[in-house]
């Protein structure tokens, strides 16, 4: 399994930026994608979640809850990250991630230790 980020930048306070994740390799059939974030000197925060096979279900952390969307396209096997409203504490390396093995307890997918697979970090810095 391969997962490459894409599409972070400098951007301005209140701006949007797309992140993009492509997924090759493995069956993600039953998996959970994440998006996690992280800031030199502190622990990989999480951000968002959406299980690969059902859009529907979704997760967010509260910091990002009504400005961050997650979504995928399974034909194109990509994952994404809208983010609307950009604010300078947002400013870390994005990363995305995979648990192929679907986990039913929803505490885990916030926590970086569930996920298996990792793409390389894209940065995002929001300047005010």
């Known amino acids: 399994v391969q997962l490459q980020a894409c599409g972070g930048g400098l951007v301005q306070a209140g701006d949007s930026l797309r992140l993009s994740c492509a997924a090759s390799?493995?069956?993600?059939?039953?998996?959970?994608m994440g998006w996690f974030r992280q800031v030199p000197g502190k622990e990989r925060e999480f951000v968002a979640v959406?299980?690969?096979?059902?859009?529907?279900?979704?997760y967010y952390a509260d910091s990002v809850k009504g400005r961050f969307t997650v979504s995928r396209d399974l034909a194109k096997r990509m994952l994404y990250l809208q983010m609307n409203e950009l604010k300078p504490e947002d400013t870390a390396v994005y990363y995305c991630?995979?648990?192929?093995?679907?986990?039913?307890?929803?505490?885990?997918?916030?926590?970086?230790?569930?996920?298996?697979?990792w793409g390389q970090g894209t940065l995002v810095t929001v300047s005010s």
């Open positions: 959406i299980k690969w096979s059902t859009a529907s279900t979704t």
């Open positions: 390799g493995g069956n993600f059939g039953s998996a959970i």
């Open positions: 991630a995979v648990d192929p093995t679907y986990n039913v307890d929803r505490r885990t997918w916030s926590r970086p230790g569930t996920y298996t697979y």
